[in-house]
């Protein structure tokens, strides 16, 4: 364990589901964010919070809603999503919001649109 | 913004073998270069990471190298053993909070 805790690893939902992803962390760590990994290709920056305010929504569709009630936990609410959203939704801490201390991810939520 | 771009995309090497990964980057500004090992199943994990005030940093069979001119930085792993096998990706930061990432390697080491 890394210390951040991503919950469910597996996930399908068609596409009318909602459905929410979980991130939760008790490093201490001030910056959460939210990535997509895509096969072959970069990960992709989705959402950054630092100290549970939104710093960054990195031109997102709105299918896709984040919520960090706290700095330990953040969430990524799914709705009406498209099959092309199927991919590895990675969640990500750091010690501060430049993230210069490197960062922690979770395993991971394997997301399949069906 | 900035670009990362990571090479080869696969590599296979043999067992007790050196494996080597470049990066180049396009913002002159970047300043942090960490790098990343994902094992299967696994989120990305920090391996290494140096800093543009140094050219090279080792971490016993692991060295990243740093040319700022050049605006390029590799990976170097000595001796590879089978459980160096994984998806390995370089980044990129400018003292802010927004890592750029490229495509990543995927490395197989044969025994």
């Known amino acids: 364990e890394t210390g951040v805790t991503q919950t469910p690893r597996h996930l399908v939902m068609g596409m009318t589901n909602k459905k929410s992803l979980k991130c939760e962390q008790h490093l201490g760590h001030n910056a959460m964010y939210w990535y997509k990994q895509s096969a072959k290709k970069p990960l992709e920056l989705m959402f950054v919070?630092?100290?549970?305010?939104?710093?960054e929504n990195n031109s997102v569709p709105s299918r896709f809603s984040p919520e960090c009630p706290n700095s330990s936990h953040l969430f990524l609410h799914l709705h009406t999503l498209q099959p092309e959203d199927s991919a590895l939704y990675l969640c990500?801490?750091?010690?501060?919001?430049?993230?210069?201390?490197?960062?922690?991810f979770g395993s991971g939520t394997r997301l399949t649109v069906v | 913004g900035e670009n990362v771009e990571q090479h080869p995309s696969t590599l296979s090497v043999q067992e007790g073998d050196s494996a080597v990964i470049k990066c180049t980057y396009s913002d002159s500004a970047s300043n942090y270069f960490p790098w990343y090992k994902q094992e299967l199943g696994k989120g990305p994990q920090l391996i290494i990471d140096?800093?543009?005030?140094?050219g090279e940093k080792k971490d016993q069979r692991i060295a990243v190298t740093l040319n700022k001119t050049a605006k390029h930085f590799s990976l170097h792993i000595t001796e590879t053993q089978p459980e160096d096998s994984a998806v390995y990706f370089c980044a990129a930061s400018k003292n802010d909070y927004k890592l750029s990432f490229g495509a990543g390697t995927t490395v197989t080491v044969r025994a």
């Open positions: 990500a801490s750091s010690q501060d919001p430049k993230g210069d201390y490197g960062y922690t």
């Open positions: 919070y630092n100290f549970k305010e939104q710093t």
């Open positions: 140096i800093r543009s005030n140094v």
